[in-house]
């Protein structure tokens, strides 16, 4: 509720207002504990939980969104093969295991005419792939993995963030696992100097505020 919701309420709804956050155990010292909170993040919170049942999530930050369509000839069964056999020049580093046999349990398969939005949120702080998947959950994504990265990067890799790397994710079991055991995440880096990689973290691990998260939205 903002300031001027606030001062617009009458003496009696104010009143009941009040009564209402009394019931529910909200007294004038926990409410001023809120406000007080560290980017208001206690009072976001329970903003959010009256509103949709969302937690606020500050470690994400959208800044950017472009659009792009599945091409007419696109087979997913043969599609990254065929990107790596047509792109891999343009790269200055390919992962030799990006491939259709490796990321074959993708979990969506993507077909030709299909328009989706790409949503670009900054990593602000430490998360983990749970705390990503979450996010992606919480924006209603589809999840693309290498194949949606092929894609973001072949239609508009001038809208992917300069010096960050853009991870693409799928569901944990649908990654292709190495021989360490690892599930491996694609993931597409541009530099500034203009050159790009095509490459896969861990979804065991760590991203920081060197990475993006893309969330692909049916249109």
Not at 43 to 72: C, H, S, W
Request: aromatic share 10%; glycine share 6%.
């Amino acid at each position: 509720m903002s300031t001027k919701s606030v001062c617009d309420l009458s003496c009696g709804a104010m009143h009941e207002f009040a009564l209402v956050l009394d019931k529910a155990g909200f007294d004038a010292e926990l409410i001023q504990r809120m406000v007080n909170s560290r980017g208001n993040k206690q009072a976001k919170a329970m903003y959010a939980a009256l509103t949709n049942g969302a937690q606020v999530n500050d470690r994400f930050e959208l800044v950017n969104t472009f659009e792009i369509v599945v091409p007419e000839d696109y087979d997913h069964s043969k599609r990254l093969d065929s990107f790596g056999k047509e792109h891999r020049k343009a790269f200055y580093y390919y992962n030799d295991a990006i491939t259709d046999k490796n990321y074959a349990k993708a979990t969506t398969k993507l077909e030709a005419g299909r328009k989706l939005k790409v949503k670009v949120f900054q990593i602000k702080e430490k998360v983990t792939s749970e705390d990503c998947m979450d996010k992606l959950r919480s924006e209603k994504a589809i999840l693309v993995g290498a194949h949606g990265a092929s894609l973001a990067w072949e239609q508009k890799k001038e809208e992917l963030p300069v010096n960050r790397w853009s991870v693409s994710f799928d569901e944990k079991d649908a990654l292709w696992k190495d021989a360490r055991g690892d599930h491996r995440v694609p993931r597409v880096g541009r530099d500034s100097d203009g050159d790009f990689e095509f490459g896969l973290g861990y979804f065991e691990g760590a991203w920081l505020d060197d990475f993006c998260l893309l969330c692909f939205c049916d249109e």
